[in-house]
Structure formats: C-alpha cells, structure tokens
C-alpha cells in the first residue's frame, strides 16, 4: 500500500515522504478499510514538528481518521460491517490506504456522504460534542467564548452553541474567517488581529460574564479567559497551538504563561476548569467516543451541523495540507483524497 511516512520532526516538506509499506492484517476485534481519503486535525501539525508527545517516534504513519470501506474483519467483529461504506478514528495510521481500527470506533455512512463533510465529523466533531454536550452542556442563554472559530473544530462548537441557544464570542483571524462566522449567525466578532480579545470581548459583555470558554490556544489566552468567566463558569482546554509558536523555548515559555491554579480558588469562584484529549478518551471509553462521533452524524442528517470544508488536497500534497494548516488561514476541514 501507499502510505505518508513522518520520517523525523522538522518542515513537513522535508520530513513527510509517500512511500509502499506493507499491507496491515486486522486483529482481533479490528476492521481493515480501504481508504477514500483522511482528514487532519492540529495534533498532526504539532506532530510533525516533534511536539505531540502522544505520537509514534519516526517513522511511523500519522492520522486519526479514514472514510473507506471495510475489506476485511478480524475475529470476533459483529457481522454486517464488511463492505460497508465508513467514517473510522484510526488512532494514527490513517495518512495511508489501508488502515486497521478498533471495529467500535467505526460508523456506517451513507454511499453518497461527501468526503470531506463525513470527515469533518470524526476527531473534531466528536471533539466538539463531547465537549459542549457531554463535558460542559452548553444551555439555552449560555454566553460562550469559542477561539479559534472557523477551524475544523471551532465552526462545529459555534453551530452547536447556536442550536442550543447560546450567545457566541467567536475569536478569528481576518474578515473572511470573520464573515464565514456572520454567516453562521454568530453574534459577537471578535478580530484577533485587531488587538486584545479579551479587551474586547470584556467590553461587550459589560456587566455579564462568561459562561463558557473552549478554548484550543492556550499559553497567554488561559488566565484571560478564566478571567472573563463568571460563577458556575467552565474553560475547556483542548489545545495548544501557541506552543508552536514558541520558538527554542516554546515548551517553558507556555507553561509559565499558563501560570498556575490553586484549586481551592477555582471551589471559592464556582468555576471549572475542564481538560480534552479525545486520544485517551478513545483509549479508555472508546463507546463514549464512537457516541459523540454519532451525535454529530444525527445533527448533520438533521440538517442543522454543516461543516465547511476547505477544497480537498489530492494524495501527492499532504505536506502543503500541513502547512496550510499550520498556517492558520484555512476555513473549516482540511482533508486529503487517495482517488
């Protein structure tokens, strides 16, 4: 099969090479699928350039989620799935053809499903019901911070927090991020370029507070959003892209740029402070996972999730999908086709 092999950590140009690797045999309890394309998500990003500590050292295949159909079962997979038309989490492994997975990490979807929107609705619309629907479910009323809006995420969160109600303070980057997230119905706009976000946001809630924050930067931005919440208030931490940003001394400048909780004080405040990473649900409740990857399917044939999907990259440009993505500028899902 052809695979993309992360051979070491640097540019994805240099590092990132289309290669034949073996074919993968499905054990026990996995399917193996014949893949129609992948998506990526912010974790490969940070993986590439070495700092995803939960990744396979090089070389090894990255990837978290296919669309293909299953060839072939392992022993004790429920019958009926071989053959069948899927979205799958893969748990790295996906930048390739083929590619095996735990059977309970699949769902079934429909022949004529797009590409690119079924897989919009794996790692990131698992990741962003679970977070306002399970981990802090977002209630009508609710006043929401959402950075990193129009990323693959982030338009998923704003369009939930829309159907349940809530008032969105959607943070992006540029007027054409800022206009997709008009359109979405956002009501709060908030140009990260054009100065302090939290200044900002402060500014039109006036006398109110946050309700929730979900927020995928981290460093600089967690004290200023704890900030912003009020009593009963929640911040969803479930990335950290200005790690990246860091230069040789990312890693500390990150870490004390957090600064430090005292537990007690979150108690004394009423808020919560609530961590994601949806690699080790999917190790420890792969079912709840699955779960979550369903209810964003259900929302999409209710017709009220709709991903936007950037245009889809073809099998020979991973590494410019990559930079794209680091890049920031992309809008919505940025995924990859073999055929």
């Not at 992948?38 to 490969?44: C, P, R, Y």
């Not at 053809?97 to 619309?125: E, F």
């Not at 709840?288 to 889809?312: D, I």
Request: with cysteine; proline share 5%; aromatic share 8%.
């Amino acid at each position: 099969m052809q695979a993309w092999q992360l051979t070491a950590h640097g540019s994805p140009e240099q590092v990132l090479r289309l290669c034949e690797l073996p074919d993968p045999a499905p054990k026990p309890g996995q399917v193996l699928i014949r893949s129609e394309g992948f998506g990526l998500n912010f974790a490969d990003v940070m993986a590439v350039k070495g700092l995803y500590r939960d990744a396979p050292p090089p070389p090894c295949v990255l990837g978290y989620e296919v669309v293909g159909r299953v060839e072939r079962c392992g022993a004790a997979v429920p019958a009926g799935l071989e053959g069948k038309r899927v979205l799958a989490f893969t748990r790295f492994g996906g930048y390739a053809q083929l590619a095996c997975t735990d059977h309970r990490a699949v769902a079934v979807i429909p022949d004529d499903m797009d590409l690119g929107t079924a897989l919009a609705l794996a790692t990131q619309g698992a990741t962003a019901w679970y977070m306002a629907m399970v981990a802090a479910p977002l209630q009508q009323g609710d006043r929401v911070l959402i950075h990193s809006a129009a990323g693959g995420v982030g338009q998923l969160l704003v369009q939930v927090a829309l159907h349940q109600g809530c008032e969105v303070f959607a943070v992006a980057n540029g007027a054409e991020k800022l206009a997709y997230l008009k359109q979405l119905g956002a009501q709060h706009l908030v140009d990260r370029n054009a100065g302090d976000y939290a200044a900002a946001v402060h500014t039109a809630l006036g006398k109110d507070r946050l309700d929730a924050s979900f927020n995928a930067v981290g460093g600089t931005t967690f004290k200023k959003d704890l900030a912003l919440l009020g009593a009963g208030g929640k911040l969803v931490l479930f990335g950290g892209a200005e790690r990246g940003k860091g230069g040789a001394f990312g890693d500390l400048r990150f870490v004390w740029n957090m600064g430090f909780i005292v537990p007690i004080f979150l108690m004394m405040r009423s808020k919560s402070l609530i961590g994601v990473n949806m690699l080790r649900l999917s190790e420890h409740k792969p079912q709840l996972v699955a779960a979550c990857m369903q209810g964003a399917l259900g929302a999409l044939r209710e017709g009220w999730l709709k991903p936007k999907v950037h245009p889809l990259f073809n099998a020979g440009q991973l590494p410019q999908a990559v930079e794209l993505l680091d890049s920031g500028k992309s809008i919505g899902k940025v995924a990859v086709r073999w055929n």
